[in-house]
């Protein structure tokens, strides 16, 4: 069983940056594919950001340019570097691992295993 933790979340304002983490166990993180989806109230969950084995990553249009997901393996830990926050940037952000190898997936069907989730409210 894999198990993610979030953290780093909070309250902030437009044009802020912010840097969420997700820190992950169970299985050997180098190994794994992972993303990060959001989910603002009364909308469905939308993805975000995902990496690779070999640290390639891919983004989604309305983030590309101001976030930057990244890995640690030796501290198993996936971090996703949000900068430039807009007010629609808000939500609950989840990491989770890819159901493929190198996948890129970005439906939340193809990944298996899901943190709690962490709160990020960017304010006006």
């Known amino acids: 069983q894999v198990h993610l933790v979030e953290s780093g979340g909070g309250l902030v304002q437009v044009g802020d940056s912010l840097r969420v983490s997700c820190e992950v166990s169970g299985q050997t993180f180098s190994t794994l594919s992972m993303g990060w989806f959001r989910q603002a109230p009364g909308k469905e969950r939308e993805f975000v950001a995902a990496?690779?084995?070999?640290?390639?990553?891919y983004y989604a249009a309305s983030v590309k340019g101001r976030f930057t997901i990244s890995r640690d393996n030796a501290k198993n830990t996936l971090y996703l570097q949000m900068n430039n926050l807009k007010a629609e940037d808000l939500g609950i952000y989840y990491c989770?691992?890819?159901?493929?190898?190198?996948?890129?997936?970005?439906?939340?069907?193809?990944?298996?295993?899901w943190g709690q989730g962490t709160q990020v409210t960017v304010s006006s």
């Open positions: 990496i690779g084995t070999n640290s390639l990553t």
């Open positions: 989770a691992t890819d159901k493929y190898q190198d996948g890129f997936s970005t439906r939340p069907s193809e990944y298996v295993y």
